[in-house]
């Protein structure tokens, strides 16, 4: 049965499918290149789902010999390459706004355009609000970095409306321009955002959150063992991989040692549900 995360991942892709022929036809109605740019970010929008979606499928995949594993980290790949097309996305949008700024078109029918570009932002809205709420239950990197993006999406798309309500109002058919290189700005922050997000649980960032609770843990059964040490952390997509060195009492054997072990390996598994502790046991006096 194809899961939740599963099935919101594809209506991401289809909303946004329908998002972008929205603004297009917005674009079209008034001549707007700051329209046109929020268009050319919806098709950003349609890659980044779609590889998502691949995303989200492949790190559900059951570990094998290739991949002992698992597959989680196609999470942050995804993100990381989301990230890079932002960046050339702006860059697109800022080159095309730079020439309109010094030959401006004469924008029509512009009420009706901000229309149906509000129409298309109030369904990125929904669309971001159902990914963020699901990224946050199923704990997935790859959900939360889409719905950041079409949030993003809404609000540059409102500033975008705003200005050409200004522009309609008063005449000034730069705003147009400058509005479409304001977008490319907050885009290429997005990006930059994105791909150091992503960079770090590819560097195995450590997982201070997780360390800290994994210490309390411990420290509620202090009188079971002699001391604790090497806590080391790394995220994998939605999944933390935790280790430890743990120092037992001489007298207590190697059965006694390992169902305490595995006493706190559930304690922390109830806790936290995404973490998975490994404890290596060594008699007091081997440190590093």
Known sequence: MMSTKKKIAIIAVAGGVLIFLVKVAAYFISGSIALLSDAME?????????????????SSSPADRAHQYGHEKVENISSLIEGVLIAVAAVMIFSKALMRLWSPVELTHIDLAIAVSLAATALNGVLSWGLLRESRRSGS?????????????????????????????????????????????VLLKMAFDLVIKSSRGLMDESCPEEELKI???LQGHHRQFVDFHNVRTRRCGNTVYAELHLSMRRKQTVEESHGFTEHIEDDVRKEMPHVRLNIHVEPPERRP
């Open 215 to 217: 210490v309390a843990i």
């Open 42 to 58: 919806s098709i950003v929008n349609i890659v980044a789902s779609v590889m998502m979606l691949y995303a989200v499928n492949l």
């Open 141 to 185: 990197l790859a959900l939360e970095g889409d719905a950041k993006h079409i949030l993003s999406d809404v609000l540059s798309s409102l500033a975008v409306v705003a200005g050409l309500f200004v522009a309609r109002r008063t005449g000034w058919l730069f705003l147009d321009s400058a509005l479409a290189m304001g977008v490319s700005i």
